[in-house]
Each structure stands twice: as structure tokens, then as C-alpha cells.
């Protein structure tokens, strides 16, 4: 496909990428929706918490399900930049959507689609090795969504 001089193999801004945008956006509402309900009621089970090792709620709750981690001891817990992770992902997602339909044809545009996708993967590999080597859990969700970050990755790629 051709448009504006630039070539692409029609993923961004087709099907597939609409696809795994639409799985990313609602693995992050998932989390969110049981973070909520976790923080309202301390005896919620959710359905991707099968035992101890194997609990995403565990992963969501911990220190590193808000800011990565990282905002909270830097600039405080109640800092506004310190919103649950899932909220960054709703957000990312529906960027990539957007500017994957819509903006497709601007070379620029597929660019940052592709630079925004290398940045979800590093903190997908970030998150991964905290939730493998320092919380000892395994999260569906979770690893669902390192999937979809790298599946946008490679989708990004083939079309630059």
C-alpha cells in the first residue's frame, strides 16, 4: 500500500494491528477493573488468581503495580504521576490505535508508532524480571500484555 510516498504492507492501520490494539487495551482494563475492586474490598478473588505463585492481583497491588515502581519512592505515593500501571496502558494502546487508523499515511507517524512500541517492550521486559525475580509470581495478564507489546513491536517494524 502506498500513500503519500510512503509504502507499507498495510498492518498499521489494518486489521491485525486494530486486533492487537483492542486485546492490549482490554487486559489493561482487566487489571484496572480488579485493582478497583481489590482496593474496595480486600477479600476480592479474581479470576486470574489461581494460587499464590500464579495471582495477578499479587502483581497488580505490589509497589511496582503503580509508577513501575519507580514514582512512589522518588517523588511520593500520592504523587499524581503515580497512577496504576494498567492506566498507562489504556492510554497507550488507544494511541496506538488511533494513530495506527488514522494517521497511518505520515511517515512520522508510523515512526512513533514503532518508538512508542520499543518503549512498551522495555518496560514490559522491566516489569517481567520484577514480576519473575523479585515478586516470584506469574501473572496471566500480565505476560498476556508483554505478548501484545511485543506483537505491536513487531507489527510496527515490518511496516517502517
Known sequence: MEADGVTTNGLVGGFEHACVCLIGFLLSAYALKVEIHKTRNSNYTAVCDFNDRMSCTKAFMSPYGKGFGIIGPLLGEDHFL???NSILGLVFYTLQ?????????????VYLLFYMSII????????????YFVLSDCCVVCISTYIVNFTLCYLNYINL
Not at 490505535?97 to 507517524?109: A, L, N, R, T, W
Not at 518496560?123 to 520484577?130: F, N, T, V, W
Open 97 to 109: 490505535f488511533m494513530i495506527g487508523q488514522f494517521f497511518y499515511s505520515s511517515i512520522s507517524m
Open 120 to 131: 512498551s517492550c522495555i518496560g514490559s521486559l522491566y516489569l517481567a524480571y520484577i514480576l
Open 82 to 84: 503515580n497512577f496504576p
